[in-house]
């Protein structure tokens, strides 16, 4: 069970990157999640209370599994770091274009 959660969370930081690659805010992401490091928990059971309202917008499964995601410090350092790849790959990638 707990290679299945293990998975699942590498998926949701996946495409989390992802997105926030593709919008070109990698490094204020990873400001904003060191920032707030210590409230990630509280956060999580802020987005487990609204999620019957955002179920009407979003997958409320889906929901769920980012609130878990954010209330386990192990998997925000993951995303942390993923970011981290991504804007240094991003920062060398785009150094020998010009």
Known sequence: MADS???QSEQLIEHLTEQIS???LTMPAILLLQVT???SFIASQGL????PLLGFVYDAPRVADYA?????????DRL??????EEHSR????????
Request: charged share 40%; aromatic share 2%.
């Open 5 to 7: 959660d293990q998975v």
């Open 22 to 24: 593709r919008w070109r």
């Open 37 to 39: 490091r210590p409230l």
């Open 48 to 51: 487990l209370l609204c999620q």
């Open 68 to 76: 878990e995601l954010l209330a386990d410090r192990a998997s925000m």
């Open 80 to 85: 942390v770091r993923r970011l981290e790849e």
């Open 91 to 98: 920062g060398s990638g785009g150094k020998g274009r010009d």
